[in-house]
C-alpha cells in the first residue's frame, strides 16, 4: 500500500494562509467530490476554526461539522484538539473536556490529533483517554521543533509513550516547516523501528523545503503525508496536494488517487481563492529560509508584522525576529505553536520596544514561568524566573488538577441567561464564554470581506479606516474595532493631556487598549505596585511604579486607546 493522504484545506489550509476565514458555505459545494478522493481523513475542525466560526463568520462550528458530515460518507473526518486546551486558549476541566470530545464525536469527528505545546503528556492523556473511550481514532502527536534539548531519540521515545497510552496513530507535527529531507529521512526511521502504528507527517513550506521532505519520508516509510491543494496550499500552509499525488505516481509510495479528480478540485478552490485574495498577505504567501534560523510559525510571523505595524516600530522587524530565540531560550526551549508561540512572540516584542529585557512581562510569561502551562523540555533561565515570579512557588503537578469540575456552574449561568439550547450550545458557552453568549444570542454580524481600498489602506499604514484590536482578558480573546469617529470620541472623553511631559510621568511604552485602571488620584503606591494594565499584541501588559510614591493625576480612562507616549498618570516620588 502507498502514502495515505490527510488534506487540510477545509481546516489549516485556510487557517495559515487567510486567518481561518473560509466560509461553509464555500466548502459544502466540493465536499462530495474530495470524498469521492479516498483520502485518508479531511481535517476541517478544531484549531481556530471553532473560535473564527462564532468570533467572525457568525456560524455555530458545530451545525459546519454536522454539515460535511452529511455530504463525506465514505472518508474520516478529522480535528486538531490542543489537549488539555481543546480548541480554546487556556487549560479547561476535565468534565468540559470529556464533553467535548463526546460531542465531537456524535457530530461526525472520527479522527483526533491531539498535541501539547509544551510535548507534556499529562497535558495530552485526559484527551487520548476520552477519545479512546467514545471510540474515536486517538493520533497522538509530537510538536516538532530543533533546539539543545531536543533530538530525534528523545522524539522516538515520545511516539513509544503515545503507543502506550493507547493512541492508534502517532503525527509529527512540523508546524513551522524546519523540517529537512535529512532530518525527515531520520526521524521516521527512528520512530517507525520504535513504535508499531502508522506515522504521519504535517509540515508547512514555510522554508520551502517540505515537498522534498516528504518525499525523503515516503522513502523511509512514512505512511500518511499532509496536504493543502495549491490555492490555499504552498507558503506557510501545507505541500499542495495535486503536486505531492503527481509526485508519488508511479512509484512505490503511489497514493492511489485520480489525477484528473485532483485537478477539478484544485480548480475549484483556485477560483474560491480570488473570492478571498484580499486576505492572503506576501508574509504567508512566500517561503523564506529564515524561519530555520528564528523558528517562527507562519501564523506568528504575520501576527509579529501586524503587530509592530500597530505599534508603529516595523523598522524594529529584524531585532525582534533576532530576540525571539533569546526568549524562547529563556523559557526552556519550548515549540513555537498555539499558545507558546504567543507567549515567546510577544515577549520579545516586549523586550524590544522597552529597550530593556523583561522590563515589563506579560501574565502569560509569569504563567509559564510558575509552571501553569506544563514542564518546560529544558531548564530555564533561573535568573530570569526570579526576576518575573520572586520567589512564588512553581506548580509541579498537572495544572489541570487544579481546575475544579465547571460544567453544572456554567449550565446553569447559561440557562439563566437562556442562551442554552443543546448540549453544544453549553460546549461552546464553556470555551468562549464572552463571545458565546452574543453568538447564541444571534447579536453578532458576520464580518465583511475586506475591500482592496481598505487591504491596502492597512498595508500602508493609513489609520483613517477601522482598525481591530484583539483583547487578551483571562485567556479569552475579545475582538475591538476602533474607527476614525470612535477615535475622535475617545479623545474628547479622556481627561486632557499635559502638552509637555510632567515629572513623575507614567508614559506608555507602545499602543493598546487600557484594561484596568488600579489606583485613583491621592492614592499611595509603593514600588513594584500594579498601576495599570494595558492590552497590547494580545497579551497583558502591567504597568507598575518605579518607587514609593503618590498618585496625582490620572490622564486616561479605562477602555482608551492609548499610542506610545502618551502620558498615563503622574505619580510623585515621596521625599527620600
Known amino acids: 500500500m502507498g502514502v495515505q493522504i ?70 474520516r473526518l478529522q ?13 479547561y476541566a476535565d468534565d468540559v473536556l470529556d464533553e467535548f470530545v463526546r460531542l465531537s464525536v456524535k457530530n ?77 529521512t531520520d526521524l521516521v526511521k527512528i520512530v517507525k523501528s520504535r513504535a508499531n502504528i502508522p506515522i504521519s507527517l504535517h509540515s508547512h513550506c514555510s522554508s520551502g523545503m517540505a515537498p522534498a521532505s516528504y518525499f525523503a519520508a515516503a522513502e ?51 477560483s474560491l481563492a480570488g473570492k478571498y485574495r484580499m486576505l492572503f498577505t506576501a508574509e504567508t504567501t512566500r517561503p523564506s529560509v529564515n524561519v530555520l ?48 508561540s504567543q507567549v515567546v512572540g510577544i515577549q520579545a516584542v516586549l523586550n524590544v520596544l522597552l529597550g530593556e529585557r ?19 523540555p529544558g531548564p530555564v533561565n533561573e535568573e530570569i524566573r526570579t526576576k518575573v515570579i520572586g520567589d512564588e ?9 487544579l481546575l475544579e469540575p465547571e460544567l453544572e456552574k456554567l449550565s446553569e449561568e447559561g440557562h439563566k441567561l437562556g442562551i442554552i439550547h443543546s448540549d453544544e450550545d453549553l460546549i461552546t458557552y464553556a470555551l468562549y464564554p464572552q463571545v458565546a453568549v452574543k453568538f447564541l444570542r444571534g447579536e453578532l454580524k458576520e464580518e465583511a470581506m ?14 483613517d479606516l477601522p482598525v481591530e484590536f484583539a483583547v487578551d482578558v483571562d485567556g479569552e480573546v475579545f475582538n475591538v474595532k476602533v474607527s476614525s469617529i470612535m477615535s475622535k470620541t475617545i479623545s474628547v472623553e479622556s481627561p486632557q493631556k499635559p502638552q509637555e511631559v510632567p515629572e513623575g510621568a507614567i508614559v506608555s511604552k507602545m499602543q493598546g487598549m487600557i484594561l484596568a485602571i488600579k489606583v485613583k488620584a491621592g492614592d499611595k503606591v509603593k514600588e513594584g505596585d500594579v498601576l495599570l494594565t494595558i492590552e497590547a499584541m494580545k497579551m497583558q501588559n502591567n504597568i507598575v511604579a518605579e518607587y514609593d510614591g503618590t498618585v496625582k493625576e490620572l490622564f486616561s480612562f479605562q477602555g482608551e486607546v492609548v499610542n506610545a507616549g502618551d502620558i498615563l498618570m503622574v505619580v510623585e516620588a515621596d521625599d527620600k
Request: charged share 20%.
Open 450 to 463: 475586506p475591500s482592496p481600498v481598505e487591504a491596502t489602506s492597512k498595508s500602508s499604514g493609513v489609520t
Open 220 to 270: 523511509a516509510g512514512v505512511d500518511i503525508l499532509d496536504t493543502a491543494f495549491s490555492a490555499f496550499g504552498w507558503g506557510t500552509s501545507q505541500p499542495p496536494t495535486e503536486s505531492m499525488v503527481a509526485t508519488l505516481q508511479g512509484t512505490p509510495y503511489d497514493t492511489g488517487i485520480d489525477l484528473e479528480l485532483m485537478y477539478e478540485i484544485g480548480e475549484y478552490f483556485a
Open 79 to 91: 480535528m486538531l484538539l490542543r489537549g488539555q486546551n481543546l480548541v480554546g486558549y487556556r487549560h
Open 393 to 401: 512557588p512553581v506548580m509541579e503537578g498537572r495544572p489541570a488538577d
Open 108 to 184: 461526525g469527528i472520527d479522527v483526533f490529533r491531539i498535541f501539547d505545546a509544551l510535548n507534556d503528556l499529562r497535558n495530552m492523556e485526559p484527551a487520548i483517554k476520552a477519545v479512546s473511550k467514545y471510540k474515536g481514532h486517538v493520533q497522538g502527536t509530537i510538536c516538532y521543533t530543533t533546539s539543545p534539548v531536543h533530538n530525534n531519540e528523545k522524539f522516538a521515545e515520545m511516539a513509544k509513550n503515545l503507543e502506550n497510552l493507547g493512541c492508534d496513530s502517532i503525527c509529527i507535527k512540523d508546524m513551522a516547516g524546519l523540517i529537512s529531507p535529512a532530518l525527515a
Open 358 to 376: 523583561y522590563k515589563q512581562v506579560t501574565q502569560e510569561v509569569k504563567n509559564y514561568f510558575l509552571g501553569l502551562y506544563g514542564r518546560s
Open 6 to 75: 490527510t488534506e487540510t484545506t477545509l481546516r489549516d489550509g485556510h487557517q495559515s494562509l487567510i486567518a481561518t476565514r473560509m466560509r461553509t458555505r464555500d466548502m459544502l459545494p466540493i465536499a462530495e467530490k474530495m470524498d469521492q478522493a479516498g483520502f485518508f481523513s479531511l481535517e476541517v475542525w478544531g484549531g481556530a476554526t471553532f473560535d473564527a466560526c462564532i468570533r467572525f463568520l457568525n456560524e455555530d462550528p458545530w451545525e459546519r461539522l454536522r454539515s460535511l458530515r452529511k455530504i463525506v460518507k465514505n472518508t
Open 293 to 340: 534560523l528564528h523558528q517562527i510559525p507562519g501564523g506568528m510571523l504575520s501576527n509579529l508584522v501586524s503587530q509592530l505595524r500597530e505599534q508603529n516600530a516595523l523598522d524594529k522587524y529584524g531585532e525582534v525576529l533576532k530576540e525571539v530565540p533569546r526568549v524562547r531560550a529563556d523559557l526552556g526551549y519550548p515549540p513555537l505553536v498555539t499558545p507558546t
